[in-house]
């Protein structure tokens, strides 16, 4: 049943005003704690520290680490074989 608002008496009005300003807040602290814990996962993301276990990764890494030159292992092949080159 759809009740017009001209047929709510004070009280009822004033229940309605509270309950909408209820949910607002509700809304609001949603809002804010999913903010809060998106922070958290990518503080959590960014400051984790460990490298990746690809080896080449990290030898370009480390490079840039010693500010030198990468000399990073790359795979060869003669006829049917293959063999690592720098390993």
Same mark, same amino acid.
């Given at each position: ?13 004033? =229940? ?6 209820? %949910?607002? $807040? #509700?809304? /609001?602290?949603?809002? *804010? +704690? @999913?903010?809060?814990? !998106? ?13 990746? =276990? ?6 370009? %890494?480390? $490079? #840039?680490? /010693?500010?030198?030159? *990468? +000399? @990073?292992?790359?795979? !060869? ?11």
């Amino acid at each position: 049943m759809i009740v017009m608002r001209e047929q709510l008496n004070v009280t009822e009005r004033a =229940g309605m005003k509270r309950m909408k300003a209820v %949910r607002g $807040a #509700v809304r /609001r602290g949603l809002l *804010a +704690a @999913a903010a809060l814990a !998106g922070m958290v996962i990518l503080t959590l993301a960014a400051g984790s520290g460990t490298k990746p =276990g690809n080896s080449i990764d990290l030898v370009l %890494r480390e $490079a #840039v680490e /010693r500010m030198r030159p *990468a +000399a @990073a292992p790359g795979p !060869g092949a003669r006829g049917r074989s293959a063999y690592g080159q720098g390993e």
